[in-house]
């Protein structure tokens, strides 16, 4: 009979899911999410008050603990230990996918970083439901989140994508959505535009226009309310396209972009290297 010492048992970690929840409607989520929801030991939310709405619906009780951008540091050292500890989380944001424009990333690259299991449980997402419905091209898209708030950094952001070969997706504040409309029209021109607002809600709407025709009709309404999501179809292009590289550069810069990142937008739009603009740059 072997006398060895019996061997150590090596401790498992829980699995974090990451978990995408109705955008509005609440019928619109995976029989999965709803499983899995049900199954875990808790689950961390941007907002307890709206989550517990979502697990009423569905008759699930679940430990709820708040996770969002304001406590997101401490929050998730605490959530990695009940992890390692065992425990099976799910991550779920107010609304969407998680990471998407939300909370999550600290928690899921530091979850990776730990060698814990991280599986996404997909679903609904604004950014695809918008894109799905607009009419706008879908063969390359460039999604940036929130515009900046900020009058100056989202008329940079809009001059450096100017060119870009892609559909824009943005989602925006329904208080600044006239401002950068405004700024659309100027610094990208008569392009097709889509405004998709409270989408899967009772007040869904989609708009369809120019940036200068979107804004003239929004801007005779009592309020504008909810959440949006902006589409901006693709640019012809244009007579910077033919500038040689060094006034390409200036030309970015004298709109207020920091020449460093002007010589990398150059390069993105031409299919050139940083180096290889920065050569074009230095001859005499």
Same mark, same amino acid.
């Given at each position: 009979?072997?006398?060895?010492?019996?061997?150590?048992?090596?401790?498992?970690?829980?699995?974090?899911? #990451?978990?995408?929840?109705?955008?509005?409607?609440?019928?619109?989520?995976?029989?999965?999410?709803?499983?899995?929801?049900?199954?875990?030991?808790?689950?961390?939310?941007? @907002?307890?008050?709206?989550?517990?709405?979502?697990?009423?619906?569905?008759? #699930?009780?679940?430990?709820?603990?708040?996770?969002?951008?304001?406590?997101?540091?401490?929050?998730?050292?605490?959530?990695?230990?009940?992890?390692?500890?065992?425990?099976?989380?799910?991550?779920?944001?107010?609304?969407?996918?998680?990471?998407?424009? @939300?909370?999550?990333?600290?928690?899921?690259?530091?979850?990776?970083?730990?060698?814990?299991?991280?599986?996404?449980?997909?679903?609904?997402?604004?950014?695809?439901?918008?894109?799905?419905?607009?009419?706008?091209?879908? @063969?390359?898209?460039?999604?940036?989140?929130?515009?900046?708030?900020?009058?100056?950094?989202?008329?940079?952001?809009?001059?450096?994508?100017?060119?870009?070969p892609a559909t824009l997706v943005f989602y925006e504040a329904p208080h600044?959505?006239?401002?950068?409309?405004?700024?659309?029209?100027?610094?990208?021109?008569?392009? =097709?535009?889509?405004?998709?607002?409270?989408?899967?809600?009772?007040?869904?709407?989609?708009?369809h226009g120019t940036a200068s025709e979107l804004k003239t009709g929004l801007?005779?309404? =009592?309020?504008?309310?909810?959440?949006?999501?902006?589409?901006?179809?693709?640019?012809?292009?244009?007579?910077?396209?033919?500038? =040689?590289?060094?006034?390409?550069?200036?030309?970015?810069?004298?709109?207020?972009?920091?020449?460093?990142?002007?010589?990398?937008?150059?390069?993105?739009?031409?299919?050139?290297?940083?180096?290889?603009?920065?050569?074009?740059?230095?001859? =005499?």
């Amino acid at each position: 009979m072997c006398s060895c010492p019996p061997a150590s048992i090596k401790s498992v970690s829980g699995t974090l899911y #990451i978990v995408a929840t109705p955008i509005g409607n609440l019928e619109d989520i995976t029989y999965r999410a709803v499983r899995i929801l049900g199954e875990v030991d808790q689950i961390a939310c941007e @907002d307890t008050r709206q989550t517990r709405k979502l697990l009423e619906r569905y008759g #699930i009780s679940k430990p709820l603990i708040s996770y969002h951008e304001h406590n997101e540091r401490t929050r998730a050292q605490e959530l990695l230990r009940d992890l390692l500890a065992g425990k099976n989380i799910a991550l779920v944001s107010d609304a969407g996918t998680p990471l998407i424009a @939300d909370p999550g990333y600290r928690l899921v690259t530091e979850a990776r970083t730990q060698g814990i299991p991280v599986v996404p449980i997909p679903g609904p997402s604004a950014l695809v439901a918008a894109l799905s419905v607009s009419g706008l091209p879908t @063969d390359a898209v460039h999604f940036g989140g929130f515009l900046p708030a900020r009058k100056t950094q989202r008329r940079k952001l809009l001059e450096e994508l100017k060119s870009s070969p892609a559909t824009l997706v943005f989602y925006e504040a329904p208080h600044r959505i006239l401002e950068s409309l405004d700024d659309v029209a100027e610094l990208l021109g008569p392009r =097709p535009v889509t405004l998709a607002r409270e989408l899967t809600k009772i007040h869904e709407e989609f708009l369809h226009g120019t940036a200068s025709e979107l804004k003239t009709g929004l801007a005779g309404r =009592p309020a504008i309310k909810g959440e949006i999501t902006l589409l901006i179809g693709k640019g012809e292009p244009s007579e910077a396209d033919n500038l =040689p590289v060094r006034e390409a550069v200036d030309q970015l810069v004298q709109a207020g972009i920091p020449r460093m990142q002007a010589m990398k937008t150059v390069a993105r739009q031409r299919g050139l290297s940083k180096h290889e603009v920065y050569q074009q740059l230095t001859r =005499p």
